[in-house]
C-alpha cells in the first residue's frame, strides 16, 4: 500500500516584543539571525514548548499573547506556528542552541534576517494589522508554493467569554 501521508515535524518560535518595542532574536551558527523556537517535544503542548524553546535559545521567559501565522516547509516536512508574545520574568542567561539572543529595534531586525524563510516569517510578525498568515513552500532552494494573509475585521473580533457557547 502506497502512504501518501505527510509526517511533519512541529515547531514553534515566539516574536517577542518588549514595552520598548524592541525585538528578540537569536543567532543560529547557520541560518543567521532569526526569530527564536524549535521543535515541539513529545508529550509537550505548543504553548509549554514555545516558553521553553525562547528560554532555552534566548535566557527569557515569555508570556503567548497572541498568533501569527502557519508555515508549511514541504522539503523538511515541518509545520511552523509562529506566535506574539512578551518577556515576563527571568532576563539574560546562557543559551543552548543559538549563538546568541539580543534584542533589535524593528527596523534592524527587517536588515539583520534576510534569509527565507525566516524573513516572510518576521516580516508577517511586524505588521500590526492583526494578521494571520499562511505560507506553504519549499525550502531546497526556497521556492514559495502558497501564501495568504487573512485581516480580522474589528467588528469581528470579540472576548472570548462572547464566543464560547
Keep these: 500500500m502506497d502512504n501518501k501521508h505527510f509526517r511533519f515535524i512541529i515547531s514553534v518560535i515566539g516574536y517577542v516584543v518588549d514595552d520598548d518595542g524592541n525585538v ?7 541560518r543567521g539571525w532569526e526569530v527564536p523556537g524549535g521543535a515541539i517535544e513529545f508529550g ?7 516558553v521553553r524553546e525562547v ?3 534566548t535566557g527569557y521567559t515569555v508570556a503567548v499573547n497572541g498568533f501569527v501565522g502557519m508555515y508549511f516547509d514541504l522539503d523538511d516536512e515541518t ?4 506566535f506574539r508574545c512578551q518577556p515576563n520574568g527571568s532576563g539574560p542567561r546562557k543559551v543552548v542552541g543559538s549563538e ?4 533589535f529595534l524593528p527596523e534592524e531586525a527587517r536588515r539583520l534576517v534576510s534569509a527565507e524563510p525566516a524573513r516572510s516569517r518576521l516580516l508577517d510578525a511586524l505588521a500590526e494589522d492583526g494578521r494571520v498568515a499562511f505560507r506553504g513552500f519549499r525550502s531546497n532552494p526556497y521556492s514559495l508554493l502558497r501564501s495568504e494573509v487573512w485581516i480580522p475585521e474589528p467588528s469581528a473580533m470579540k472576548p472570548d467569554s462572547e464566543t464560547i457557547g
Excluded: F, M
Design 79 to 82: 509545520l511552523v506556528l509562529q
Design 55 to 57: 528560554q532555552e535559545e
Design 44 to 50: 509537550e503542548d505548543g504553548v509549554s514548548a514555545l
Design 100 to 103: 546568541e539572543a539580543r534584542w
Design 24 to 30: 528578540l532574536l537569536s543567532r543560529h551558527p547557520k
